[in-house]
C-alpha cells in the first residue's frame, strides 16, 4: 500500500515542505492507481494531462516556500455533475455526454485556487437520481469493501455521490466532492467507510453545480478524517456573488481543538425516537447504543427527543424532489441544451425524441411524475401541501435546537446514516429507483428539509467486515461544534477507513 495514504492531509502537505514527498509523485501515483482499480468505476473522466500540470506548478510553488494553501499539491476528485473548464461534465447520462464547459464550478475554481490537483470526474447516478450509483451510462460504481467482484455479488457504493466515496476509500484522492439533496454525499460515505459532510445549506456555492433540487442541493465534502474535511471546507466555503443562495456573512474558518481539549461535559445529545425504525438492522442499532453510551460516559447529556414529522418526511421529499426535477429537466430540450435526436419532422418531434433519447428511464419517471403533480388541478393537493409539511419538518429542528425553553434543547443529534451495511448488487437491484430511495435516505433527507448540516462518519466493521456508520446533525452554521463532536467520536473507535485496501488488495 503508498505509505502516503497513512497521512492526512495536513501530513501530506508538510512532507511535501520537508521534501519527504512530492506533489508530483504523489499525483502519478494516484494516477496509475485508478488505473490499477478500474474495476470500481469510480472516475468516468481522468483528466492526467491538467493534474499533472498543477502538480508540477505545485512542485515548483512548494521549491519557492510559497504553497497557496494547506490544500497545495493535494489530490481531489469531482463528481461528474459540477462543471469543469475544458472538462466533459455529463451528469451521467447521454443528455449531456458531449457537454464541454467553458468555466468552472465555484466549488472547483477555489480548489484550484487553493492549489489542490484535479485527478477527474467521479461517477454517479444519472442528473443524481439514485442512492446506489447504479444508474449510470458509464456503468456501476463499486464497493472498495466488497468481498468479491464477481457478478452481482459485490456492494453497492451508495449514491448518488457513490464515485466520489468510492475513490476516496480506495485511497485514489485525498478528498472528493459530491453533492448532497437528500443524503447523496452522506449515504456513499457510509457504505464506504468515510466521513460524509452535508454543509448548511447556503454555506458553500451551487454555482456550476448541475441543479436537481435547487432548495436542497448542496456541495458535499467526502473525505478519510474528520480533519481533512474541515481543510476542504475551509477552502470552499463562503459567500459567492454568482449564487444568490448563498449566506452573505463572510465565512469564519473552523479550528478543531486538539482531542485532550474537548471538554462534553455541556454538550446535549438528542437521540430522536422516530429514526429507531422498520428496517434498522441490529446491528446498526447496537452501533447507535454504543456510541450514544460512549457519548454519556464521557460526561455529555444524552436524552431521548422526538422529530414527529420525520415519517412524512420521506414523502414530501419525494413529491418536492420530482416537482423541481420537473422543472430543472425542461431546459434538455435538444435545441437549448443537451442531446439532440435526429428526428427533425417538427420541433414537437424533435423534444419528444431527443428527451426519449437523452434521459433513462429514472429520469423520465420523475419528470413524468412532477408534472402531474405540478398540474393545475393536483398543485394544492400534493405540491403545496408538501411544502406546507415541509415547513413543519424544518420546525421539528428548530424546536430540539431552539425552543421557548431549554427543557429539552440539544446541542446535537445522533442518528444511524443508513439502515444497514452496504447491500450487494443482486438485492439492491431487486427493489425500483423509487423504493430504494424511500428506504435509502430514511435518515438522511430531513436535513436536506431543514438546511442544517449533517456528518455522517464510520465507527466500525459489521460481522460481515463492512463499515457501519453514524449521522451526526445540529443547528444551522454550526459546523464547528457538529465536526469537533464527530472528531471526538472518531478518535475514540479509531476506525482505520485504509483496511479496505489491504483486505482486498488480492481481490482486485
Given at each position: 500500500?503508498?505509505?502516503?495514504?497513512?497521512?492526512?492531509?495536513?501530513?501530506?502537505?508538510?512532507?511535501?515542505?520537508?521534501?519527504?514527498?512530492?506533489?508530483?509523485?504523489?499525483?502519478?501515483?494516484?494516477?496509475?492507481?485508478?488505473?490499477?482499480?478500474?474495476?470500481?468505476?469510480?472516475?468516468?473522466?481522468?483528466?492526467?494531462?491538467?493534474?499533472?500540470?498543477?502538480?508540477?506548478?505545485?512542485?515548483?510553488?512548494?521549491?519557492?516556500?510559497?504553497?497557496?494553501?494547506?490544500?497545495?499539491?493535494?489530490?481531489?476528485?469531482?463528481?461528474?455533475?459540477?462543471?469543469?473548464?475544458?472538462?466533459?461534465?455529463?451528469?451521467?447520462?447521454?443528455?449531456?455526454?458531449?457537454?464541454?464547459?467553458?468555466?468552472?464550478?465555484?466549488?472547483?475554481?477555489?480548489?484550484?485556487?487553493?492549489?489542490?490537483?484535479?485527478?477527474?470526474?467521479?461517477?454517479?447516478?444519472?442528473?443524481?437520481?439514485?442512492?446506489?450509483?447504479?444508474?449510470?451510462?458509464?456503468?456501476?460504481?463499486?464497493?472498495?469493501?466488497?468481498?468479491?467482484?464477481?457478478?452481482?455479488?459485490?456492494?453497492?457504493?451508495?449514491?448518488?455521490?457513490?464515485?466520489?466515496?468510492?475513490?476516496?476509500?480506495?485511497?485514489?484522492?485525498?478528498?472528493?466532492?459530491?453533492?448532497?439533496?437528500?443524503?447523496?454525499?452522506?449515504?456513499?460515505?457510509?457504505?464506504?467507510?468515510?466521513?460524509?459532510?452535508?454543509?448548511?445549506?447556503?454555506?458553500?456555492?451551487?454555482?456550476?453545480?448541475?441543479?436537481?433540487?435547487?432548495?436542497?442541493?448542496?456541495?458535499?465534502?467526502?473525505?478519510?478524517?474528520?480533519?481533512?474535511?474541515?481543510?476542504?471546507?475551509?477552502?470552499?466555503?463562503?459567500?459567492?456573488?454568482?449564487?444568490?443562495?448563498?449566506?452573505?456573512?463572510?465565512?469564519?474558518?473552523?479550528?478543531?481543538?486538539?482531542?485532550?481539549?474537548?471538554?462534553?461535559?455541556?454538550?446535549?445529545?438528542?437521540?430522536?425516537?422516530?429514526?429507531?425504525?422498520?428496517?434498522?438492522?441490529?446491528?446498526?442499532?447496537?452501533?447507535?447504543?454504543?456510541?450514544?453510551?460512549?457519548?454519556?460516559?464521557?460526561?455529555?447529556?444524552?436524552?431521548?427527543?422526538?422529530?414527529?414529522?420525520?415519517?412524512?418526511?420521506?414523502?414530501?421529499?419525494?413529491?418536492?424532489?420530482?416537482?423541481?426535477?420537473?422543472?430543472?429537466?425542461?431546459?434538455?430540450?435538444?435545441?437549448?441544451?443537451?442531446?439532440?435526436?435526429?428526428?427533425?419532422?417538427?420541433?414537437?418531434?424533435?423534444?419528444?425524441?431527443?428527451?426519449?433519447?437523452?434521459?433513462?428511464?429514472?429520469?423520465?419517471?420523475?419528470?413524468?411524475?412532477?408534472?402531474?403533480?405540478?398540474?393545475?388541478?393536483?398543485?394544492?393537493?400534493?405540491?403545496?401541501?408538501?411544502?406546507?409539511?415541509?415547513?413543519?419538518?424544518?420546525?421539528?429542528?428548530?424546536?430540539?435546537?431552539?425552543?421557548?425553553?431549554?427543557?429539552?434543547?440539544?446541542?446535537?443529534?445522533?442518528?444511524?446514516?443508513?439502515?444497514?451495511?452496504?447491500?450487494?448488487?443482486?438485492?439492491?437491484?431487486?427493489?425500483?429507483?423509487?423504493?430504494?430511495?424511500?428506504v435509502q435516505d430514511f435518515c438522511t433527507q430531513p436535513a436536506n428539509m431543514a438546511g442544517i448540516p449533517a456528518v455522517s462518519i464510520p465507527i466500525r466493521l459489521s460481522k460481515a467486515g463492512l463499515p457501519l456508520s453514524l449521522q451526526l446533525m445540529s443547528n444551522n452554521l454550526n459546523e464547528q461544534l457538529l465536526l469537533t463532536v464527530a472528531r471526538w467520536i472518531e478518535a475514540q473507535v479509531e476506525f482505520d477507513c485504509l483496511e479496505s485496501l489491504q483486505r482486498h488488495a488480492a481481490c482486485v
Amino acid at each position: 500500500m503508498r505509505r502516503h495514504l497513512q497521512l492526512s492531509i495536513k501530513q501530506l502537505t508538510e512532507s511535501y515542505i520537508n521534501g519527504q514527498l512530492s506533489p508530483l509523485s504523489v499525483a502519478e501515483q494516484a494516477l496509475a492507481e485508478s488505473t490499477n482499480l478500474k474495476t470500481l468505476n469510480a472516475f468516468v473522466c481522468i483528466a492526467a494531462e491538467q493534474a499533472l500540470q498543477q502538480a508540477k506548478e505545485s512542485v515548483r510553488r512548494y521549491a519557492e516556500q510559497k504553497p497557496l494553501s494547506s490544500l497545495d499539491g493535494v489530490t481531489v476528485a469531482i463528481k461528474d455533475n459540477f462543471c469543469t473548464k475544458n472538462i466533459a461534465t455529463t451528469c451521467a447520462s447521454r443528455m449531456l455526454k458531449e457537454f464541454v464547459p467553458p468555466y468552472d464550478a465555484t466549488v472547483c475554481s477555489r480548489l484550484k485556487e487553493a492549489g489542490a490537483v484535479l485527478l477527474g470526474k467521479t461517477n454517479m447516478d444519472q442528473f443524481a437520481m439514485g442512492a446506489g450509483t447504479v444508474d449510470s451510462i458509464y456503468g456501476p460504481t463499486k464497493n472498495i469493501w466488497s468481498e468479491s467482484f464477481s457478478e452481482d455479488n459485490w456492494r453497492i457504493a451508495g449514491g448518488s455521490s457513490g464515485g466520489s466515496a468510492s475513490a476516496v476509500a480506495a485511497g485514489l484522492c485525498y478528498a472528493a466532492i459530491g453533492s448532497d439533496t437528500g443524503g447523496s454525499t452522506r449515504n456513499p460515505a457510509s457504505y464506504c467507510g468515510v466521513v460524509g459532510l452535508k454543509p448548511t445549506y447556503g454555506l458553500c456555492s451551487r454555482y456550476g453545480l448541475i441543479p436537481l433540487v435547487n432548495s436542497m442541493d448542496v456541495p458535499g465534502i467526502l473525505t478519510r478524517s474528520v480533519t481533512d474535511c474541515v481543510e476542504v471546507l475551509n477552502t470552499i466555503a463562503g459567500p459567492d456573488i454568482q449564487d444568490s443562495t448563498t449566506i452573505r456573512r463572510p465565512y469564519k474558518k473552523l479550528l478543531l481543538p486538539e482531542i485532550d481539549q474537548i471538554d462534553l461535559r455541556s454538550l446535549r445529545i438528542g437521540i430522536p425516537k422516530e429514526y429507531n425504525c422498520e428496517g434498522l438492522s441490529s446491528e446498526v442499532l447496537e452501533t447507535w447504543t454504543k456510541v450514544a453510551d460512549l457519548l454519556e460516559c464521557a460526561g455529555a447529556s444524552v436524552r431521548q427527543v422526538s422529530l414527529p414529522h420525520t415519517a412524512a418526511s420521506i414523502f414530501v421529499y419525494s413529491i418536492l424532489n420530482q416537482c423541481e426535477v420537473a422543472s430543472n429537466m425542461a431546459r434538455y430540450d435538444g435545441i437549448e441544451y443537451g442531446h439532440r435526436a435526429a428526428d427533425e419532422r417538427s420541433t414537437e418531434q424533435l423534444y419528444a425524441q431527443s428527451r426519449a433519447e437523452g434521459f433513462n428511464q429514472v429520469v423520465k419517471t420523475r419528470i413524468l411524475t412532477g408534472n402531474f403533480l405540478l398540474l393545475r388541478k393536483n398543485y394544492d393537493h400534493y405540491f403545496e401541501k408538501a411544502l406546507r409539511v415541509r415547513r413543519l419538518i424544518a420546525e421539528d429542528f428548530t424546536k430540539v435546537f431552539e425552543p421557548a425553553t431549554t427543557k429539552h434543547q440539544v446541542d446535537i443529534l445522533l442518528t444511524p446514516t443508513t439502515l444497514s451495511e452496504a447491500p450487494v448488487y443482486k438485492d439492491f437491484a431487486a427493489l425500483s429507483n423509487r423504493d430504494q430511495c424511500a428506504v435509502q435516505d430514511f435518515c438522511t433527507q430531513p436535513a436536506n428539509m431543514a438546511g442544517i448540516p449533517a456528518v455522517s462518519i464510520p465507527i466500525r466493521l459489521s460481522k460481515a467486515g463492512l463499515p457501519l456508520s453514524l449521522q451526526l446533525m445540529s443547528n444551522n452554521l454550526n459546523e464547528q461544534l457538529l465536526l469537533t463532536v464527530a472528531r471526538w467520536i472518531e478518535a475514540q473507535v479509531e476506525f482505520d477507513c485504509l483496511e479496505s485496501l489491504q483486505r482486498h488488495a488480492a481481490c482486485v
